[in-house]
């Protein structure tokens, strides 16, 4: 069984930066895909960046490449999701996820999920 514990959201102005962070917990984590998601009101969840932990290899949505990187802490073991250049549509609640799965980008292929953390962008 994984555990994930989000931490680091807040508020920001537009055009800052923020790091949310996700703390796991549970066997066998170097062989899953974290994923970071979003959901803002009114909207479905929806994919935001992966990072497979075995290989490093990253996947981005559209909407958020070249803002933000993804980025992983295998002593602690963490999880960041660096956000930079934020926008008012950034805003959501911010959840991290797991899966040993193939990490297609949808919210079906991740088996384990965070409480989420909010993350709110003025303009």
């Known amino acids: 069984q994984v555990q994930l514990v989000e931490s680091g959201g807040g508020l920001v102005q537009a055009g800052g930066s923020l790091r949310v962070s996700c703390a796991a917990s549970g066997g066998g984590l170097s062989s899953y895909t974290m994923g970071w998601f979003r959901q803002a009101p009114g909207k479905e969840r929806e994919f935001v960046a992966s990072?497979?932990?075995?290989?490093?290899?990253?996947r981005f949505a559209d909407s958020v490449k070249g803002r933000f990187t993804i980025s992983k802490d295998y002593a602690k073991p963490t999880t960041y999701l660096q956000m930079n250049s934020l926008r008012p549509e950034d805003t959501a609640v911010y959840y991290c996820?797991?899966?040993?799965?193939?990490?297609?980008?949808?919210?079906?292929?991740?088996?384990?999920w965070g409480q989420g953390t909010q993350v709110t962008v003025s303009s």
């Open positions: 996820a797991a899966t040993w799965r193939y990490p297609a980008p949808v919210v079906k292929a991740y088996d384990y």
């Open positions: 990072i497979t932990l075995s290989n490093g290899v990253t």
